[in-house]
Structure formats: structure tokens, C-alpha cells
């Protein structure tokens, strides 16, 4: 699926001026529903360095292509969600291997809220040079959205950008949602250690290395073992080191592993003054989160779209969405409230939030085309059941494509695709149409 051409207009560009940080919105949806220029938040950053060098790792990463080829950056705006007790930044690196989230929590605000709800906001190149000269810890102005009595440029015009909107980000916002929610704290370094663990990472890999426990910090290795997090290709790191001056403790966090485990993804959050930013790491250089294809054991559910449209319908860009609570309030099972949220993610509805074990509301301003348009394995897969390709008997099934029959039991499958990945990428189709088909039997 090729990209859409995606509109942008600025009533003028974002800028810093005496003390002043004006970041501007573009077309988004607030709490009464989509809004031209939405303003969300007007006051004081309590830590002007942090957060404009927070910022600045997030236009960082929407700007980097890993590894970095020659030529011209593209740039893409990040969006902003405004959760009413936190503000939070959010970005992808154009090969879709790294995410980026900076939450601004309460301690880091002093000011009024004004609505609530999802934008893209203007980080232009004069802006983050800007925000790279912003020193001490004196409080800054913040206005997020347009401010009334200086909406427009002097000479009245607008500003307008067409950036492509890459499908890959919005899987990719699906996928780390899926992924990050089954991860599990790994290590907490302090200030000093996490200095040296990121310090002592080398500038160029295009492998996985391993952080392995060691004491209070972490130890890097070449082997994966029980307890381990996976460093792959740790260059793209680089935008929490200029944070670090900063830091208070750096949580590691990422899935089960041992002895022989291929490359997998992990996370890593810089606690700072007032807020946290979050890198999310691909379990390869050449591997975005869009292909990684976690959420589509939720899509082949035949529950999971209607279920996501009540669901949806109950969030108010809750700062934390209570799976359990959501659960009472829609007469839904909790496994199927995570389905729908899985069906929300796949249109940037929600995502989730490592630092509190919680899901949060966000509406991407993208304009989504349905979960199975860009996720052809699953469209593959359906296609395949329509077609009468699979047959089931007892817990084994066999699926047949032309001259080949595939057999598919406990959601392997004998196709080649499976004994390349062996269920490192999620499922191959082959076993989606079993799933799609079971479900089919079921209703």
C-alpha cells in the first residue's frame, strides 16, 4: 500500500522567543471531536533544559533513518496527546525501528489545560536549533496550540506542509503497543550507572548485543541468557545521551529470553525532572516495528472490530485506560477489552504506557483505512479461508496453496516462512487462517 500525501496547516511556524515556547498545532481531534488548530495547554515547563532536550530527541528520531543513508532528511512532525494531567510527544524514526515517547507529567507542568485530545505539532529546524541553546533549570513558557491574540504570521499567511503519511508508522504504533504491554522490568541503573552502560555502547553495529545483570548495573554480552535485554544495533541510543546530564535512573525493560533466544526488542526510559522519555528499540536494524506483526492474532478475531467500536466509544483521553474497569463498563471480558484495544492501536487509537502498566487514549490525526488493508498477511489469510484452502481435523489443520500443502498445529506450520522466523514475526498466514477459520467455526 503506497503512502497517502498528508496536510498540514500551521497558523504560523513553532518558535522559541525571550522565554517563550509557542508549538503549533495542526488538524487533530479534541474531546468535542476534530479540531482545526486545537490548543491544548498554556503555562510553564518547571524544567526548561530537560524539556527542550526532550524535544528535541523526539524531532531527533522522527528525523533519523537507521542505519543513515546520504542525502536530504525528510522530516515528519510528531504528534502531541494532551491526557489532561500530562502532555505526551510521540515519534517514529523513518525506517520505523525506533520510538520515541516524551511524557511530561504533572511535575513538569505548572498551567491550564484547555481541551484534551491528539495533534501533530510543528518542530521545525530553526526550532530545534533553538531549543538546543536553552540552558538552566529557570521555568519556560509553554503554549501548545495557537495562542488567540497572535493566531496568525503578520502578514496573515499560513503554513502549510505536505509530508507523505508512511502506513508503516501507523502499523508501527500498533506494534509497539502490542509488544511493550508484554514486557517486563529488566533492571533500574542509577544516574552514574546508566552514564557508563550507554557511555560504553559502540557508535556503529549493525548486530545484537546483550545486557546481562551485573551487580547494579548491567553487563554487555554477545549471548543472550535468562534475565538478559537485547541491545540491537545499540547506536540508536544516541538520543538519550545528551539527556543524561539529567537523569535520575534509567529503566531497562523487555521480554523473557534465554539461552539462544533470537534478537527481540526492549525499551528503555530516562527518568527526568518532571518526566520520562522512552526508546524503543526493533529487535533489528533492518527490522521496523511495522513488520513485526504482534497485533494479528487480536485482528483475526471476528469479535475484535465490533468490540473496538464500544470500547472506543468510552474513551476520553484517559492519562491511563483501566482494561478492568473498561471491562465492567462495556459487559466485555477482559480478554476481548484487549483484543478491541489491539483494534484501536491498528488506527493509532491507544497505546501503552511501560512506566504504569497502562494503556492511554490518543487519536492519531491519520486517516485510517481499516486494519486489514496493512496487514497483508491477514487479508492473505482470509483470502485463503474464502477460497476453502484450509481444512481442520482435531488440533492439526492442513492449509493448501496450489501444490503444496502446509500443516499447521499449536500456530506453527511447516511453510518456509515459519522455519525462517519460527514465530519471531508473529504468525505466518498459513496459521492466521487456521485461527480465522476456527473463529468462523466458533460463531
Not at 492519531?364 to 481499516?370: F, N, S, V
Request: hydrophobic share 40%.
Amino acid at each position: 500500500m503506497s503512502d497517502a500525501a498528508h496536510s498540514l496547516t500551521y497558523r504560523r511556524p513553532s518558535v522559541l522567543d525571550g522565554g517563550r515556547l509557542g508549538l503549533e498545532t495542526a488538524g487533530g481531534t479534541a474531546l468535542a471531536g476534530p479540531a482545526g488548530n486545537p490548543r491544548f495547554f498554556t503555562g510553564f515547563l518547571t524544567d526548561a533544559a530537560p524539556a527542550a532536550g526532550g524535544l528535541q530527541a523526539i524531532a531527533r528520531v522522527a528525523r533519523s533513518r537507521y542505519p543513515e543513508l546520504t542525502g536530504r532528511p525528510a522530516f515528519r512532525d510528531p504528534v502531541v496527546t494532551c491526557n489532561g494531567d500530562r502532555l505526551r510527544f510521540e515519534s517514529f524514526s523513518r525506517c520505523c525501528g525506533v520510538y520515541a515517547r516524551l511524557d511530561v507529567l504533572s511535575g513538569g507542568l505548572d498551567g491550564q489545560v484547555h481541551d484534551r485530545g491528539t495533534t501533530n505539532v510543528d518542530i521545525n529546524e530553526p526550532l530545534r536549533r533553538m531549543l538546543a541553546r536553552v540552558g538552566g533549570r529557570d521555568p519556560l513558557h509553554l503554549s501548545v496550540g495557537p495562542d488567540d491574540l497572535t493566531a496568525t504570521t503578520l502578514d496573515g499567511s499560513v503554513v502549510e506542509k505536505k509530508v507523505p503519511l508512511p502506513q508503516r508508522w501507523l502499523r508501527g504504533f500498533a506494534e509497539v503497543q502490542v509488544i511493550t504491554a508484554g514486557f517486563e522490568p529488566r533492571a533500574e541503573l542509577s544516574a552514574a550507572e546508566a552514564a557508563r552502560l550507554l557511555r560504553s555502547l559502540p557508535s556503529r553495529s549493525s548486530g545484537a548485543l546483550w545486557a546481562v545483570p551485573a551487580g547494579r548495573s548491567l553487563r554487555l554480552t554477545g549471548s543472550p541468557a535468562p534475565g538478559a535485554v537485547c541491545v540491537a544495533s545499540p547506536d540508536r541510543l544516541e538520543s538519550l545521551v545528551p539527556l543524561l546530564r539529567f537523569a535520575r535512573a534509567l529503566r531497562v525493560h523487555g521480554p523473557q529470553v534465554r539461552a539462544g533466544s533470537h534478537p527481540v526488542a526492549s525499551a528503555w526510559e530516562l527518568d527526568l525532572p518532571g518526566m520520562r522519555l522512552v526508546l524503543a528499540l526493533s529487535p533489528g536494524l533492518n527490522r521496523g516495528f511495522s513488520g513485526e506483526g504482534a497485533v494479528l492474532d487480536a485482528l483475526a478475531s471476528d469479535d475484535s472490530e465490533t468490540d473496538a467500536e464500544l470500547i472506543g466509544a468510552l474513551l476520553a483521553f484517559e492519562p491511563r485506560v483501566e482494561v478492568d474497569l473498561l471491562a465492567e463498563r462495556s459487559g466485555l471480558p477482559q480478554p476481548r477489552v484487549g483484543d478491541a484495544l489491539t483494534q484501536l492501536g491498528t488506527a493509532g487509537r491507544v497505546g501503552y504506557d511501560l512506566a504504569e502498566a497502562a494503556y492511554f487514549h490518543r487519536e492519531l490525526p491519520y486517516d485510517a483505512t481499516g486494519a486489514e488493508a496493512m496487514n497483508p498477511r491477514l487479508r492473505n489469510a482470509r483470502a485463503l479461508v474464502e477460497a476453502g484452502a484450509v481444512h481442520i481435523d482435531g488440533d492439526t489443520a492442513t492449509v493448501v496453496v496450489g501444490d503444496h500443502a502446509h500443516r499447521v498445529r499449536d500456530g506453527g506450520c511447516t511453510c518456509r516462512w515459519w522455519a525462517e522466523f519460527g514465530g519471531t514475526r508473529g504468525k505466518c498466514k498459513h496459521a492466521l487462517a487456521v485461527d480465522v477459520a476456527r473463529n468462523g467455526a466458533r460463531g
